[in-house]
């Protein structure tokens, strides 16, 4: 009686571990959303200001607040007239501390940098179309010029930015768009790339190879899908690289090009195993049907199988997609990593799971870099996620006719 | 009429022959790739390079301690993912009654599977690195590999499960066994071997990866090997993209990256041949 007992408490025991471990896949899912979040939504908060540092403008300006790209441009020289931000056609004058401190002598500073918020005052003061980059510690309450509030880094700038360049002073810039489309460049390339290939084994899988070549065939494709990314890289690398520098005649290889020929190869066992299967699910009597109604084998598959197939190899496709956009390792070796816009595919281009690899190893836990790529990896987690339900809702559909 | 039939012939030979030609040329890339690596890489295996420690700025000796590196955290993430997917799969299996509940466990599990590996990698970076405080080492780059691994063992189990027919469980119960002796004496010992499977292909995976352990577990070059599970590892994978990216000498470097290719992609040859072994042997 009492070991009874004991055994349904084990029972019910384990019965509680096994519904945790059902559970653990959302739970981690969970968990993964909040987490890259949580690290990525300070980036909205960070000021885009380099952290510690202030800008400065003459008293007499009427300039309300510039933004990161507007600073930046400033700074390299591209914008040269406060006009051309909003303000009087007075030209601007960037200016650094250590500029300030070249006007004056050593004297006039002080051996201890103490007369230097003077100074900094005085030089604002003088030059109406001034625009200081200033350390905030040098900043005091007699100022004679005008601090501009501190700006947050805005989703605007974020989202619709056209320029990626973390490191850059006074004002970084977080614009993923060259990021985005880089991405989305190199994987609709793949899947152009892989898609005629994919539904070509697919097809020759269900319908033409006989039962011993499928019996092979079916394991080598395994095999494809089983080799590390970083091999793909290596090999992309090595041969496909040169071949596509020598084959267009460009200066370097690793273009977007290269990303999508070693990524349609990486995507196409998703493709041809999805593909497949939906193929193998036509039922019989339609195909038996055509085929008595005199149609070759051709077009039985043209006409009934295809199309009955058709959400299975549009799941496929989306898959494939999916596979493509979250590569890392192999496009990080292969396509060369500027981060622009892309304007064909024999140019260097980069993605968003690229530059979250080549860059977080170098960001200080916390800083507006590490935000902004937990922010990286948090839209990465959204589109694949949108991909994953979309490919499963389009496999559930009904065979529509 | 004839003249309509023999074009319709026509058009089926030319098609299915395109569709031949595709699917071996998809055939010939693999044995393309994987050529390519054994006949550069074959020359530089020998037992040193097996078994020593790099030198030289990695352009000599061999790639032990990525070697050990890699089988630590295979065997940690095995450790984390193994039992969790098995309890996950014989959850859904064999004790979850709601359908529905089956439905979103069996979409989350597919969702985890299409999560980009670096995604894996800047969540362990955050939770395990950074807030549980484990730093850069074999228990955060385990954890976060053996998450990665964990929707392919918890579907295959789920697969294995299935295939065990109704009639294997009804007997046990009849005589009077409980669900829980029923799944431990019956059930699981006839899947074991396609439960194996899984186990077998999800080491292959995670032997392979690198963006997970990026930043979690590798390092460039260490001198010692780990002694514990919280130090860092070199691994075979991130060493392989550091001597083919970013050494000071490429060429010099080359040979060694070969060689580490050819480990890499023998693992993976091995594994898989392995498995597709134990499941042919085991659906007779």
Known sequence: MFRKKKNKFFEILIEWMLRLSGSATTIIILLISIFLFTEGWGLF???????????????????????????????????????????????????????????????????????????????????????????????????KGKVLPAETISPKDYFGGKEWFPTATPA????????????????????????????????????????????ILKPVIELLAGIPSVVYGFFGLIVIV????????????????????????????????????????????????SLALGATHWQTIYHVIIPYASSGIMAAVVLGIGRAIGETMAVLMVTGNAAVIPHTFTEPVRTIPA???????????????YQALFMLGAILFILTLIISIWAEVIRKEPHAE | MKSNNIHKKVSQNVMFWIFRIMSF???????????????????????????????????????????????YLVIGSMLVAFPIGVMSGIYMNEYATNKHIVRVIRIMTNNLGGIPSIVFGLFGMSL??????????????????????????????????KAIPDSYRHGSLALGATKL???????????FPNIMTGLILSIGRVSGETAPILFTAAAYFLPKLPSSIYDQVMALPYHLYVIATSGTDLEATRPMAYGTALVLIVIVLIMNLLANYLRKKFTK
């Open chain 2, 25 to 71: 040329s998809v055939v010939a890339i693999l044995f393309w790739i994987i050529g390519f690596i054994v006949y550069r890489g074959i020359g530089v295996i020998n037992w040193e390079f097996l078994t020593a420690a790099p030198e030289e700025g990695m352009t000599k000796g061999g790639i032990f301690p990525a070697i050990v590196g890699t089988f």
């Open chain 1, 242 to 289: 040169p071949m596509i520098r020598n084959v267009f005649n460009l200066p370097v290889g690793e273009t977007a090009l290269a990303g999508s020929i070693v990524l349609a190869i990486m995507a196409l066992p998703t493709i041809i195993t999805v593909a497949e299967d939906s193929m193998r699910n036509t039922p019989l009597a339609m195909k038996e049907s």
């Open chain 1, 172 to 215: 970084a810039q977080f614009g993923i768009l060259p990021l985005l489309l880089g991405t989305l460049w190199v994987s609709l390339g793949a899947i152009l790339l892989a898609l005629p290939f994919g539904l070509a084994v697919a097809i020759y899988l269900a319908e033409l190879a006989n039962p011993t070549v499928r019996k």
């Open chain 2, 181 to 191: 002796q029923t799944i431990g004496r019956v059930v699981l010992p006839a899947a």
């Open chain 1, 45 to 143: 908060k960070s000021s885009t200001v380099e952290k510690g540092y202030v800008l400065c403008i003459n008293k007499e300006n009427k300039i309300k607040n510039l933004t990161p790209e507007q600073i930046k441009e400033i700074f390299d020289g591209n914008i040269t007239s406060w006009k051309e931000v909003g303000g009087d056609d007075i030209p601007i004058e960037p200016m650094r501390m250590d500029e300030v401190i070249g006007m004056f002598s050593e004297e006039e500073i002080g051996s201890d940098f103490e007369h230097l918020p003077e100074r900094l005052s005085d030089v604002t003061a003088e030059h109406k179309g001034i625009l200081g980059f200033f350390p905030e510690q040098f900043i005091d309450i007699k100022f």
């Open chain 2, 128 to 161: 395990f690195v950074n807030k549980l405080g484990f730093g850069d080492s074999i228990l955060a780059g385990s954890l976060t590999l053996g998450l990665l691994a964990l929707p392919l063992i918890i579907r295959i189990t789920e697969e294995a499960l």
């Open chain 1, 355 to 369: 530059t979250i690899a080549a860059e977080l190893g170098e960001a200080s836990v916390g800083s507006v870099q």
